[in-house]
């Protein structure tokens, strides 16, 4: 994913309907994906990859609780 793009379109990339909506949700409540601060997440939301945000890339396996 390379710059901003709506859930929807997200969902219909990656074809899994209800299971992708949900992947995606978890992604945000992860930090993986970012949006706008005080907007209501819909199907029209607009995302952007973390690391699309930051000019360093970081390690997952660092970024996660033992």
């Given amino acids: ?3 901003d ?3 929807h ?3 219909r990339s990656i ?4 299971r992708g909506y949900r992947a995606l949700l978890r992604l945000i409540r992860n930090g ?3 949006f ?8 029209s939301l607009l995302v952007t990859r973390k690391e699309f ?4 890339p970081i390690s997952i396996a660092a970024s996660r609780p033992l």
């Avoid at 945000?53 to 360093?56: I, R």
């Fill in 5 to 7: 793009r709506t859930l």
């Fill in 32 to 34: 993986r994906i970012r």
């Fill in 36 to 43: 706008e601060p005080g907007r209501r997440i819909t199907p």
């Fill in 53 to 56: 945000l930051q000019s360093a």
């Fill in 15 to 18: 074809g899994m309907d209800a």
């Fill in 1 to 3: 994913m390379i710059g």
């Fill in 9 to 11: 379109d997200l969902i």
